[in-house]
């Protein structure tokens, strides 16, 4: 007869029920929520006169069009069950800058084309506030529903616009950065884009080295969401 295998060997992941539920209702939310976050960056660039987001069919907000399979899927999934920290991402939208309108600079373009993203997910959070008011001051939201909205659409897409603005490549923040430089600094942006996502790697795992770093970063997010809650909750009532 065999013994037992050893501690540390094997380890049976237990998962309940509950966190089934809370990973799957997560992974429709980020789907969402990167399905606008990425339409914002094609419609932008086509609007700039850039049609390869066009004839790729990024230029809708249906997520088949913008979702990965591993990064908008399986990780997210896999983060809303504990397995690692929480991660997410979508299908890049392809752009070229040199087919922009001649009446801006391609840095220019390329920061505004950035900046929709982000500013797409903070409209997606205002328009779900409207109709958790909406709804909540005509008594007809369940309590249930209205705390899906908030926890898995409202607060996620205010984390994912200050996330993205982090001027670290290859986040939003780093092209909207590229474009503020002056020409003089653009070395800056050039380090940025070789050593970004190494820099974003150790943020993302920072916690478990006992680092403040991602934390840190986040705060402002942290606050206005508390802020924005609690307007929230003095609008609807109880």
């Given amino acids: ?9 094997l380890r049976v992941v237990d998962i309940t029920v509950d966190q089934v539920r809370v990973a799957l209702f997560s992974v429709v939310a980020i789907v969402i929520s990167i399905a606008v976050h990425e339409f914002g960056h094609a419609f932008v660039a086509d609007r700039l006169g ?3 987001p066009r004839l790729q069919g990024r230029l809708t907000l249906s997520p088949m069009a913008h979702i990965d399979p591993i990064g908008t ?3 997210p999934l896999l983060s809303a069950l504990g397995t690692f920290p929480f991660l997410g991402w979508g299908k890049p939208v392809q752009t070229h800058p040199a087919n922009y309108t001649k009446r801006l600079s391609m840095a220019t373009g390329h920061m505004l ?3 929709a993203g982000p500013f797409m997910n903070f409209l997606l959070a205002v328009l779900v506030s409207v109709v958790i008011v909406a709804l909540g001051r005509a008594g007809v939201l369940p309590a249930s529903v209205q705390h899906w909205l908030i926890r898995y659409l409202l607060v996620l ?3 994912l616009l200050f996330f993205n603005l982090i001027p670290i490549g290859p986040l939003d923040g780093a092209a909207v950065l590229e474009g503020l430089l002056p020409a003089s600094l653009h070395r800056i942006a050039e380090l940025n884009r070789k050593y970004g996502m190494l820099v974003l790697l150790l943020l993302f795992f920072s916690p478990s080295l006992h680092l403040p770093g991602l934390n840190v ?9 508390g802020v924005w809650l609690g307007l929230i909750g003095r609008l609807v009532p109880a």
């Fill in 217 to 225: 970063l986040m705060r402002p997010a942290y606050y206005v969401i």
């Fill in 113 to 115: 084309v950035a900046a």
């Fill in 50 to 52: 850039d049609r390869i």
């Fill in 73 to 75: 899927l399986l990780v």
């Fill in 157 to 159: 897409n205010i984390v």
């Fill in 1 to 9: 007869m065999k013994p037992p295998p050893q501690s540390g060997s």
